[in-house]
C-alpha cells in the first residue's frame, strides 16, 4: 500500500496569508490526525477527523482549522499567518486501530 | 490527562554498545504505547506498540521495548547500536478512551560515535 502523501512538501509563505496543507491517508485508512512539530514545543496535536468528522481538538487558536473529505483525504488550513506558525506540520492515518502511520511532512516557513 | 517523560533529551552511544531511550508515562488507565524515530526532514515511522499483549515488544531494526506497569515506563532498547540508528527517538501514549488522541514525549536525539 501506499504510505501517507502529504503536499506540498515545502512552502513559503508572509505573515498575514493564508495556507493550505493536504493529506492522503493510506488507502483504507478513514482517521487522520494533524501536528505541528517546531523545536521550542515539540510535536502538538492540531486535530483529529474520522469520517468527515472531527473527533479531537488540540489547544491551538481558531486560525487552525481542518476538514476531511468523503475519500479521507484532508486538508488543514491556517489563516492569518504569524512568524510562530514557522513548522514542520505532520499528518497521520490510523485504520482505528489505534496506531498511526506518519506522512513526510510539510514544512512552512512564514516570514 | 495523559503525559510522557523522556529522560535526556540526548544521548550517545559508542556504536556497538546498548542504546536505551527512557519513557514513562503517566494514566490513570492502562495506556496504548508505542516508539516512533524520526530521521531528519522526515515523517515519524512506527518502530513499534504496546497494546496490552506481550509486555516484552520487539520492533523493527533490533528495537525492543518493555512494557512495566509498576514503574510506568517503557524503555526503548536495542543491544548494539549502528551508525544507522542515530535520528530522533520519540514515545507515545493513546488513550483508550479517546482513541487516537495521542500524546508524545519532547523525543531523544541519539547519536552514535563511531
Known amino acids: 500500500k501506499a504510505g501517507v502523501t502529504q503536499t506540498p512538501r515545502y512552502l513559503i509563505k508572509t505573515r498575514g496569508q493564508q495556507v493550505t496543507l493536504s493529506c492522503s491517508p493510506i488507502?483504507?485508512?478513514?482517521?487522520v490526525s494533524w501536528y505541528q512539530q517546531t523545536p521550542g514545543q515539540g510535536l502538538q496535536f492540531l486535530f483529529e477527523?474520522?469520517?468527515?468528522?472531527?473527533?479531537n481538538k488540540g489547544n491551538f487558536p481558531g486560525r487552525f482549522s481542518g476538514r476531511q473529505f468523503s475519500n479521507s483525504r484532508s486538508e488543514m488550513n491556517v489563516s492569518t499567518l504569524e512568524l510562530g506558525d514557522s513548522a514542520l506540520y505532520l499528518c497521520?492515518?490510523?485504520?482505528?486501530?489505534?496506531?498511526?502511520?506518519f506522512g513526510p511532512g510539510t514544512r512552512l516557513t512564514v516570514t | 490527562a495523559q503525559s510522557v517523560t523522556q529522560l535526556g533529551s540526548h544521548v550517545s552511544v559508542s556504536e556497538g554498545a546498548l542504546v536505551l531511550l527512557r519513557c514513562n508515562y503517566s494514566s490513570s488507565v492502562p495506556p496504548y504505547l508505542f516508539w516512533y524515530v524520526q530521521y531528519p526532514n522526515q515523517g515519524l515511522q512506527l518502530l513499534l506498540k504496546?497494546?496490552?499483549?506481550?509486555?516484552l515488544v520487539k520492533g523493527i531494526n533490533g528495537f525492543e521495548a518493555e512494557f512495566k506497569k509498576s514503574e510506568t515506563s517503557f524503555h526503548l532498547t536495542k543491544p548494539s547500536a549502528h551508525m544507522s540508528d542515530a535520528a530522533e527517538y520519540f514515545c507515545a501514549v493513546s488513550d483508550r478512551r479517546t482513541g487516537n488522541q495521542f500524546y508524545f514525549g519532547t523525543g531523544t536525539s541519539l547519536t552514535v560515535i563511531p
Open positions: 497521520a492515518s490510523s485504520p482505528d486501530s489505534y496506531e498511526q502511520y
Open positions: 504496546y497494546t496490552s499483549a506481550a509486555t
Open positions: 488507502s483504507g485508512h478513514r482517521s
Open positions: 477527523y474520522f469520517s468527515e468528522t472531527q473527533r
